[in-house]
Every structure is written in C-alpha cells, then in structure tokens.
C-alpha cells in the first residue's frame, strides 16, 4: 500500500511545480497513473484487508459512502486525493463532474460511454433541456486510464460489468467553476440532483405519505401541486411517483397496469402546466421503464455471456455499435451470430414465477422470430424479409412473418438492437 503513497507525493511535486494548474491535472494524474501500474502489483483485496488492519486511516473524503460501495481514501493531499471505489452494481447514470482528475480499472472491466449535450433551454442554473448524443463506447478493462474533464467536457457513464469491479480515483476535491455537477436522463434532461430546496423536499415527503394513505382526493391533491411546481420540481414529484407506483407490488398483481394509467395522468398534467418544456418527460420516464425492464431480465440470467448481453442493451443504443463491442470482447466471433446464439439460449431459459415464460419476456419465441431477427441484424427490410422466408418456407402463412416482425419490434429487449 506503501505505493499509492509514493503515487500521491509524486503528483503533489509535479502539480505544485504546475503551480496548481487544474487545466493541466486531468493529464498529469493519467500519466502518473500509467506509470505507476498498480493494478498489476495491488490488488483490491489488499486495499480491503488494509483498511480493517490500518490503525490510522487517512481522512476519509466521503464517510457516508454516497459514490463507491464502499469508497476508500487511500492518500489524502493538500489539494487532492487518492481513492478506491467499489462496484457491485452497474449503473447506466450518465453525469459530469464538478472535480478533475483520472481513473484506471482496478479490477474488473466496464461499458464506458462519452457523450456531449447540446443545449437548447435553459430552463435555471440547476435544469436544461438539450440533446444527448454517444461520441465514443468503448470497454474499459484492467489498467485502462481514463482522464477525467471537469464539467459537460467530460459527460459520460461506467456499468461495471464484473461483481466487484474496483477503480482508483486520482481527483481533486471540487471546481466550483464547474458546478452544479449535473445528472443526464437520455434523451433531453440535465439536471443538479444534488439541488434541493426545503419546501419543494418537504412537499415532495408529504406527497408520499398521501399516496400510502391513498385517501379518496389524492390524485387531486397531487395535480394541484403539480399545477404551482415549476419544472424541475415536477421532474422531482415524478420521479418519486413513479418510484411509489412501481413500489406498490400488490396492486400491480391484482391491478396490472392500472399504476401505468395513473401516472401518465399526472405526466398530462405537467404536460398541461409546462407545454413543450414538459413533453421532455414521456420520453424520459419511457426509456427510465425500458432499462428497469432489461436491469429485470438481466437479473433472471447468470451466465457471464448473457449478462454482458444484457449490459450491452442496456447502455448502447444501435447494432453497429452493439456488433462493435461484442467484436472486442470476443474477437474470434461473427457479431451477428454471437447475438443469435445469445437470444436462442435466453429464449430456452425458463423463469419461475414470472408471467412470461422465458428470460427474453417474450412468448413463444421459435423458428420463424430467430428468421426474422437475424434478417432485421442484417439490415434487411420487412419485404425483403418476406422474400426470404417465402423462398426458403414455400406454402407458409406471410402472416407467420408479419406477427414475428410485430413481436420483436414491440419488444423492449430489442429496442437498443433495432434503433
């Protein structure tokens, strides 16, 4: 442990030689980083087994654990410091930061995503409206090094593909020039979810408590506080009624759907209150229900493969792209037919307890759905897919065509590989 040591004094005599320039520390931390190679001499055992051992901890910069599972300062300097973060979940949150500084891969591997976001409103310091768009997707694996830009320079995700994955963090403590650090919800919603105002809080809780109570007038209450919120706080109120619909299993067993209905109410209301500005909503909470419904799917499966799979889907949006990445993981296959071979298995996977009868949540999924996928991969059209089928199954129904193209489409596991 005695190197992580030796790494922070060593960018503490080349910073302070800089004069503190944090323009130049994003790239002076990556190359420290580099040179050090410490994924390949520490591993992340020992950074666990040294925390319970130490006496004396360096200053921890984040006791409660808000960022890593946990997050563990392992050298504490004068104007920056060194961390480890734990992962045991991967998460597809897409942010900036308000720091500088680098990261390597520890341990494990990640899907990593750069994006840019072009404004198009500012709706207040703390909430704009623009356009999210992927610049780069790429696997990060271990001793990869990643600079970190402070600011919408460096907007991007890491979905941790490996339980635990680890990363050291080389960072400095805040650049208030670029703050607030904001969160973005693909495809239009930048917003500072560290933003809080006591009223706007306390009424969001009060909220919550009529929805458990669900008295006669609730719905009511809820749209009239909707109708004197402004924008971000209607993001605010949705997002918790979304969370306390979802939450309530009961009622969606014995009422499927009903919780659906309620809150698209609630997203007309704000549509009503906030017009185009509030339209950015649908297609939010829309993909926020795709991803819940793929991290589902994803939890149903355990094979290494599927699960890459299904992170893949879960944060990349295209096949070109998708191909692109399973041709970096496995160099020695055919893009296509790994994805094929990966939906058959999910296919054959059986879950119990669950409506649909398979991990893809797609019923009867046979012959005529793999025909129609591997043709839809391979960019074909409906009717030149037609074609084949009708070539290849003579006297066969069209119409066996028409319902698989209908099936695949209108499911969400596939949304990601046909966009």
Same mark, same amino acid.
């Given at each position: 442990?005695?190197?992580?040591?030796?790494?922070?004094?060593e960018?503490?005599?080349?910073?302070?030689?800089?004069?503190?320039?944090?323009?130049?520390?994003?790239?002076?931390?990556?190359?420290?980083?580099?040179?050090?190679?410490?994924?390949?001499?520490v591993?992340?055992?020992?950074?666990?087994?040294?925390?319970?051992?130490?006496?004396e901890?360096?200053?921890?910069?984040?006791?409660?654990?808000?960022?890593?599972?946990?997050?563990?300062?392992?050298y504490?300097?004068?104007?920056?410091?060194?961390?480890?973060?734990?992962?045991?979940?991967?998460?597809?949150?897409?942010?900036?930061?308000?720091?500088?500084?680098?990261?390597?891969?520890?341990?494990?591997?990640?899907?990593?995503?750069?994006?840019?976001?072009?404004?198009?409103?500012?709706?207040?310091?703390?909430?704009?409206?623009?356009?999210?768009?992927?610049?780069?997707?790429?696997?990060?694996?271990?001793?990869?090094?990643?600079?970190?830009?402070?600011?919408?320079?460096?907007?991007?995700?890491?979905?941790?593909?490996?339980?635990?994955?680890?990363?050291i963090?080389?960072?400095?403590?805040?650049?208030?020039?670029?703050?607030?650090?904001?969160?973005?919800?693909?495809?239009?919603?930048?917003?500072?979810?560290?933003?809080?105002?006591?009223?706007?809080?306390?009424?969001?809780?009060?909220?919550?408590?009529? $929805?458990?109570?669900?008295?006669?007038?609730? +719905?009511?209450l809820?749209a009239?506080?909707?109708? &004197?919120? !402004? @924008?971000?706080? /209607?993001?605010?109120?949705?997002?918790?009624?979304?969370?306390?619909?979802?939450?309530?299993?009961?009622?969606?067993?014995?009422?499927?759907?009903?919780?659906?209905?309620?809150?698209?109410?609630?997203?007309?209301?704000?549509?009503?209150?906030?017009?185009?500005?509030?339209?950015?909503?649908?297609?939010?909470?829309?993909?926020?229900?795709?991803?819940?419904e793929?991290?589902?799917?994803?939890?149903?499966?355990?094979?290494?493969?599927h699960?890459?799979?299904?992170?893949?889907?879960?944060?990349?949006?295209?096949?070109?792209?998708?191909?692109?990445? $399973?041709?970096?993981?496995?160099?020695?296959? +055919?893009?296509?037919?790994?994805?094929?071979?990966? &939906?058959? !298995? @999910?296919a054959? /996977?059986?879950v119990?307890?669950?409506?649909?009868?398979?991990?893809?949540?797609?019923?009867?999924?046979?012959?005529?759905?793999?025909?129609?996928?591997?043709?839809?991969?391979?960019?074909?059209?409906?009717?030149?897919?037609?074609?084949?089928?009708?070539?290849?199954?003579?006297?066969?129904?069209?119409?066996?065509?028409?319902?698989?193209?209908?099936?695949?489409?209108?499911?969400?596991?596939?949304?990601?590989?046909?966009?």
């Open positions: 442990m005695q190197l992580f040591h030796q790494l922070g004094v960018i503490e005599q080349i910073w302070r030689e800089q004069n503190y320039n944090e323009e130049l520390f994003p790239a002076l931390a990556a190359d420290a980083l580099k040179r050090a190679d410490l994924p390949f001499k591993t992340a055992w020992d950074v666990l087994e040294w925390t319970l051992k130490e006496t901890l360096p200053r921890q910069r984040d006791v409660a654990g808000r960022f890593g599972d946990p997050p563990i300062t392992i504490s300097g004068l104007r920056f410091h060194i961390d480890v973060y734990f992962w045991f979940q991967g998460t597809t949150a897409t942010h900036q930061h308000g720091f500088c500084g680098a990261f390597q891969v520890l341990h494990g591997s990640s899907i990593h995503s750069w994006y840019e976001f072009e404004r198009r409103v500012a709706v207040n310091l703390f909430c704009e409206i623009g356009d999210i768009s992927l610049k780069v997707c790429e696997i990060l694996e271990k001793g990869d090094v990643q600079e970190i830009q402070s600011g919408r320079r460096y907007i991007h995700s890491l979905f941790h593909l490996d339980q635990p994955s680890a990363t963090v080389v960072r400095t403590d805040k650049s208030p020039l670029e703050l607030p650090q904001f969160s973005y919800h693909k495809p239009s919603l930048a917003i500072d979810p560290f933003f809080e105002q006591d009223e706007a809080t306390k009424k969001v809780q009060a909220m919550s408590a009529i $929805v458990h109570m669900n008295p006669e007038n609730a +719905d009511d809820i009239d506080f909707m109708k &004197v919120s !402004d @924008l971000q706080t /209607t993001f605010m109120i949705l997002s918790q009624l979304r969370g306390l619909f979802r939450s309530h299993q009961l009622n969606q067993m014995f009422r499927p759907g009903e919780a659906g209905l309620r809150f698209e109410k609630f997203l007309d209301v704000a549509v009503q209150q906030h017009g185009s500005n509030g339209e950015i909503f649908r297609p939010v909470f829309a993909r926020m229900d795709m991803l819940d793929i991290l589902t799917r994803r939890s149903y499966v355990t094979d290494p493969e699960r890459f799979f299904m992170a893949l889907l879960l944060n990349v949006d295209g096949r070109e792209r998708i191909f692109s990445l $399973v041709k970096h993981r496995f160099p020695d296959n +055919d893009p296509i037919e790994k994805v094929l071979d990966w &939906v058959f !298995d @999910l054959q /996977t059986r119990i307890g669950i409506d649909s009868s398979n991990a893809l949540g797609i019923a009867d999924f046979g012959e005529p759905e793999m025909f129609v996928l591997e043709h839809l991969l391979k960019g074909k059209s409906d009717e030149e897919i037609g074609q084949a089928f009708a070539a290849e199954n003579p006297g066969q129904d069209r119409q066996v065509v028409a319902n698989a193209l209908s099936k695949i489409r209108g499911s969400v596991i596939f949304r990601p590989l046909l966009t």
